[in-house]
């Protein structure tokens, strides 16, 4: 399993970010979905998800409608929009495989890609 995250970097706060994540080494269409986030110190923060065949999300009700998920399964691709970037925005994101959507539990990440927010 390879994932392969891109789109990161220093964004001013309001600005937006377009995170890809491209997938390989399993059959990506038969698996759920997520991006989490990680703060050094805070943990890990599970923010969106989307199902195997793209028709079903999870947001995480903190993120306020300012994040979209989505995916390419021709294309082995998942995307990540974020809209009005806060300064609590700034974390390493990372796509990860789905193991329980119920749990919200992962279990292959990719090395992630940092986005910092600044005022």
């Known amino acids: 399993v390879q994932l392969v995250e891109s789109g990161g970097g220093m964004v001013q706060v309001g600005g937006s970010l377009r995170l890809s994540c491209a997938a390989s080494?399993?059959?990506?269409?038969?698996?759920?979905m997520a991006w989490v986030r990680q703060v050094p110190g805070k943990g890990t923060d599970y923010i969106a998800a989307?199902?195997?065949?793209?028709?079903?999300?999870y947001y995480k009700p903190s993120t306020g409608g300012r994040v979209t998920i989505s995916r390419d399964n021709a294309k082995n691709t998942l995307v990540l929009l974020i809209d009005s970037l806060k300064p609590e925005d700034t974390a390493r994101y990372y796509c990860?495989?789905?193991?329980?959507?119920?749990?919200?539990?992962?279990?292959?990440w990719g090395q992630g890609t940092q986005v910092t927010v600044s005022s």
């Open positions: 990860a495989r789905v193991q329980s959507w119920r749990l919200k539990t992962t279990d292959y």
């Open positions: 080494g399993f059959t990506f269409s038969e698996y759920d």
């Open positions: 989307i199902s195997a065949h793209g028709g079903t999300t």
